[in-house]
């Protein structure tokens, strides 16, 4: 971003400036910089081995591998299924596309905890749909991995939707048009035209909503419930040892989530900076 | 990108596909609530709706999303506005840490606040309660919610031209009265859009709040919280009524978002 040189008012004077930037400072670092030092400093006061072994026990490994590979599985899904969402949006036209439109922000809105009811309403084991994958397919759906993935994707439903949209709006129509004269199909048109410009919003869309993913608790506390080493995610099993009053595991596996999630936040940065210095 | 009609068999059926998808994924849920919620009538869910625990609960929800809309405005505004317009060393951090919330799970926002201000605490309070209590329900909700309004006015921000603001000191005006007078009607659309979305964000906030304030009946229970005892209680009409009623008031917060986003963005310039 280009900084803009500050206008001086008549009597502006520095005090004034500096006392804005130490507000921002306070703010930024009494809610953010505070607990993420206070979180980490718990988890290593009793150093690195007790860090390692309250990370490495069965259940908080098998928490931190659930919350990675369901986290993984809705990523994949909500990328190719939120990018075709955004494709078909902007270059089509058709009946009720403006509600459409406006309906893929709901998951926004909706708190989380109630879409985790609402999917124990619909999936779960007492309901026609559940009892019938639960039962005859042997296959239950709450309570259980599947669950914690269907809640993970309703969640992170816009995500994509909404990275990929605006990019895709701002392509240049003449670009698809040439394509298309030279004698392109729409599916070569997709692949070697539209595809690479709109490639840095997906993977920053994918990306953002697994980061997300691996942190979230409403939804999945519903659908999963709290059962060690087959449904409980990162998330829950803190929530668990804070409860029974164990800190360490509790601060351990916390100190683990932020950093997978800081590493992508972070990646994702450095690759649209990278990007930005190309361009 | 230039609009086309469906044509031949492809788009039709990659439409139908995004759309079943769409339907699956939101619609029957929220269906299969709201039929469940009625199934008993309207009669029971008002009933559930006006319970004293719920109201009680609902209560808090609004003085917590209330208070964290006011704070994120008031601070995210000179957020936005230090780090648009001051040049420091380190920006790019600072400006990266804004985002921080969105992949803090709330869980974590909850127990760092316990281990703040919990009775063996770093900051330990003696003469107020803050965790366990309202206070740190309302640090976690400023929490969750404080990227939106500073996100939402950082791109506005950016974007104004000097010279309006140049003009008003010319003509004498102080700093406060060019910000207020000539800044905010500029910015104003972006900061009710972020605002909205604070608002959204903090009604429904559950791990955050629920492990800070304790989740204790009628005394630090939310909204959602409610409804997740109503689960555990298996009062299922409990919880489905007050999900149905969250489901509503963001399903309006939404309507207002999308009547917020169609006008232009600039409305009163001057």
Do not use: C
């Not at chain 1, 804005?20 to 206070?38: H, K, T």
């Not at chain 1, 539209?194 to 993913?213: E, N, V």
């Not at chain 2, 127990?111 to 309660?129: D, H, N």
């Not at chain 2, 406060?176 to 905010?184: E, S």
Request: charged content about 10%; cysteine-free.
């Amino acid at each position: 971003m280009n900084a803009i040189a500050a206008p001086r008012g008549p009597r502006s004077g520095r005090w004034g400036s500096w006392g804005l930037r130490l507000a921002a400072f306070s703010y930024l670092g009494l809610f953010i910089v505070v607990p993420l030092v206070v979180i980490s400093v718990q988890g290593f006061r009793d150093g690195l081995a007790t860090f390692v072994s309250s990370v490495t026990k069965p259940a908080a490994l098998s928490a931190i591998g659930l919350t990675i590979w369901t986290a993984a599985v809705m990523a994949v899904i909500n990328t190719i299924m939120g990018t075709l969402t955004a494709y078909m949006l902007v270059s089509y036209r058709f009946p009720g596309k403006a509600l459409f439109n406006m309906l893929i922000d709901l998951p926004f809105a909706i708190p989380s905890l109630v879409t985790g009811v609402m999917l124990v309403l619909l999936y779960g084991p007492q309901t026609a749909i559940g009892g019938f994958f639960e039962k005859r397919l042997g296959f239950p759906i709450v309570f259980a991995p599947p669950g914690i993935v269907l809640a993970l994707l309703f969640i992170s439903y816009p995500f994509v939707i909404r990275t990929v949209q605006p990019v895709l709006m701002q392509m240049e129509a003449n670009q698809q048009e040439a394509a298309h004269t030279l004698g392109a199909s729409p599916w070569t048109t997709f692949r070697r035209v539209i595809f690479p410009t709109i490639r840095p919003a997906i993977i920053t869309g994918g990306l953002l909503s697994f980061a997300r993913a691996m942190g979230e608790f409403g939804s999945v506390i519903v659908v999963a419930g709290n059962i060690p080493m087959r449904s409980q995610t990162a998330a829950v099993y803190i929530y668990g040892q804070i409860e029974s009053g164990s800190t360490q595991a509790a601060s351990g596996v916390s100190v683990v989530l932020l950093f997978l999630a800081f590493t992508i936040t972070l990646s994702v940065d450095f690759f649209l900076r990278r990007r930005d210095a190309r361009t | 990108m230039r609009e086309r009609e469906l044509r031949g068999p492809l788009p039709l059926i990659l439409l139908a596909a995004v759309l079943v998808y769409a339907a699956v994924l939101l619609l029957a849920p929220m269906a299969a609530i709201v039929s469940s919620a009625f199934a008993g009538g309207v009669g029971k869910v008002i009933n559930a709706l006006l319970l004293p625990d719920v109201l009680l609960a609902f209560r808090m929800t609004f003085l917590l999303a209330l208070g964290a809309m006011l704070i994120n405005t008031l601070a995210g505004t000179v957020l936005a506005w230090v780090l648009v317009r001051h040049n420091f060393p380190g920006k790019r951090l600072v400006d990266a840490l804004v985002d921080a919330p969105f992949v803090f799970s709330p869980v974590i926002v909850g127990y760092a606040l316990i281990l703040m201000f919990g009775r063996e605490g770093w900051f330990a309070p003696t003469v107020v309660q803050i965790a366990f209590a309202w206070p740190a329900m309302l640090l976690a909700t400023v929490f969750v919610s404080l990227p939106f309004v500073t996100r939402e006015i950082q791109p506005v921000l950016a974007e104004l031209t000097l010279e309006q603001e140049n003009a008003a000191y010319t003509l004498g005006a102080n700093r406060w009265t060019t910000f207020r007078r000539v800044v905010v009607p500029q910015i104003w659309h972006g900061l009710l859009y972020g605002m909205v979305l604070t608002f959204a964000r903090s009604v429904g906030e559950f791990g955050a709040v629920a492990v800070a304030g304790g989740a204790i009946e009628r005394y630090t229970e939310t909204a959602t919280i409610y409804v997740f005892r109503a689960m555990h209680d298996r009062n299922p009409i409990g919880a489905y009524s007050v999900s149905v009623a969250l489901g509503v008031l963001s399903i309006g917060i939404l309507v207002v978002m999308s009547l917020l986003r169609r006008r232009p963005s600039h409305t009163a310039a001057d």
